[in-house]
């Protein structure tokens, strides 16, 4: 097997994980481990194919990736700090008061 082979196999294992994580858990921060795992999968993706049909366009647009990855790590991290403080649990259960 080829590397760009074997990258895109542990890319699609990645994103199999994230999803199932994202669908499964209950747990605030369990989910956005699991977003994570999203992103750097298509990051992982992106590089490898990138890299076998000989082009840099995918290695530019990984970097905007990971800045709003970035972005969404400290979003996400601050809607739990809220969470937290008028609910006393990070847990997502415990927000169906918000719904309208």
Known sequence: ????????????????????IVLLRRDSIMILM?????L?????SMV????????IDGQ????FIITIAAAES?????ILVNLYRNFGSIKTQSATTLKG
């Open 1 to 20: 097997m080829t590397n760009e082979l074997l990258i895109q196999l542990l890319a699609a294992f990645l994103f199999t994980m994230g999803t199932l």
């Open 34 to 38: 699991g977003i994570e795992l999203l």
């Open 48 to 55: 490898a194919f990138s890299k076998s049909a000989h082009m």
């Open 60 to 63: 530019i647009q990984v970097f």
């Open 40 to 44: 750097n999968a298509a990051n992982l």
């Open 74 to 78: 400290a979003i996400g991290l601050s």
